[in-house]
């Protein structure tokens, strides 16, 4: 069963500071998401990222937030100056192809962000 | 703008019984998505749904799409402790995106 894996699994981070959450998607997947769930809510949309550009993004997703494809395998999101309210499962997704194909949408284990 | 519903948003549940959870959409939607979360965990897909009628099933699991009614359901049937979990709808918005958007979730318990 392919996977999406994520790093780290859980950080503690002071609020001000810069973090980076990574994330390696499935290999020949082309459609890379950014979800949120803050603890006991419902998982929200951030970001999706196809052919090294944002498709879309939400209103959540504002200028402290950015995301990168750094190489073939890595695709990272930056919260820049966090926030208390940032605390939250982060979860990257990534599916294999076109819309109407029906292809799963994969979801990694998720990195927990706790701002303090 | 597409909303998902779910209900019941809690269900207890007694081993053997089976029991129905409905995910209500408002728009249209592509494509209709079930997923199982233990806690802590992520999101297990359980489920896509892609036109009106499809039924899929997998072990006493069975989820429905009906376009028309804008709904979908997930079936369980002769529930074992092990499906405990929240379970996710999720809905993907037309027009070009690639949006997932979630339902609450439905928390079953099974009880022995």
């Known amino acids: 069963e392919p996977e999406v894996t994520q790093t780290p699994s859980h950080q503690v981070t002071q609020m001000g500071q810069e973090v980076i959450l990574r994330c390696v998607p499935i290999s020949n997947h082309l459609y890379f998401y950014w979800y949120r769930q803050i603890l006991g809510q419902k998982v929200e949309f951030l970001v999706s990222?196809?052919?090294?550009?944002?498709?879309?993004k939400s209103e959540i997703f504002d200028d402290q937030f950015s995301v990168e494809r750094p190489d073939g395998s890595n695709f990272t999101l930056k919260i820049r100056s966090t926030k208390l309210e940032d605390s939250a499962m982060y979860f990257c997704?990534?599916?294999?192809?076109?819309?109407?194909?029906?292809?799963?949408?994969?979801f990694g284990e998720g990195s927990w962000l706790t701002v303090v | 703008e597409l909303k998902v519903e779910q209900n019941p948003l809690f269900l207890s549940m007694q081993e053997g019984k089976n029991y129905t959870i409905y995910c209500n959409y408002s728009?249209?939607?592509?494509?209709l998505y079930w997923y199982r979360q233990d806690p802590g965990k992520s999101l297990e897909s359980l489920f896509v749904?892609?036109?009106?009628?499809a039924v899929k099933q997998e072990g006493r699991l069975m989820a429905s799409l009906d376009t028309k009614a804008r709904l979908s359901t997930l079936h369980i049937t002769a529930a074992v402790h092990d499906l405990s979990a929240t379970y996710f709808c999720?809905?993907?918005?037309?027009?070009?995106?690639?949006?997932?958007?979630f339902g609450k979730g439905t928390k079953l318990t099974v009880n022995p």
């Open positions: 999720a809905g993907l918005t037309q027009g070009g995106s690639e949006k997932l958007v």
């Open positions: 728009t249209t939607s592509d494509r």
């Open positions: 990222f196809y052919n090294n550009e944002i498709s879309e």
């Open positions: 749904l892609l036109s009106n009628g």
């Open positions: 997704a990534s599916s294999g192809g076109r819309r109407f194909s029906g292809n799963t949408i994969y």
